[in-house]
C-alpha cells in the first residue's frame, strides 16, 4: 500500500487506490503512470547485469512471499497503473 501511495500517482492528483483481500489473494492497483520500464515483475532488488530493480519494501514483500509458497508479481493495470498481486498457498 506504501508505494501504491508513494509512486502510484500523478504528482497533481491524489492517489485512486484499490485492495482487493481474499483468501490467499492481496491485489494492489493503482491510477498512477504503470511500471518503470524496465522494473522487474517479480519485485526483485538487484537484477545482474541490469541498473534496474525495485526499493526495498518490494522486495521484502517478495521474500516474505517466496518464505511461504507464493508469488508477488507487477504488472501494468488495464486502463493504466499498476497492480501488484501476492499470492499465496
Known sequence: ????VQHGRDAEAPAAITLT???GLVVVRDDGPGPAPGLPADGERFRPGSPT???LGLAIARWVADLHGGALRLTPAEGGGTEATL???
Open 1 to 4: 500500500m506504501h508505494n501504491a
Open 21 to 23: 483481500v481474499a483468501p
Open 53 to 55: 530493480g525495485t526499493g
Open 87 to 89: 499470492t499465496l498457498p
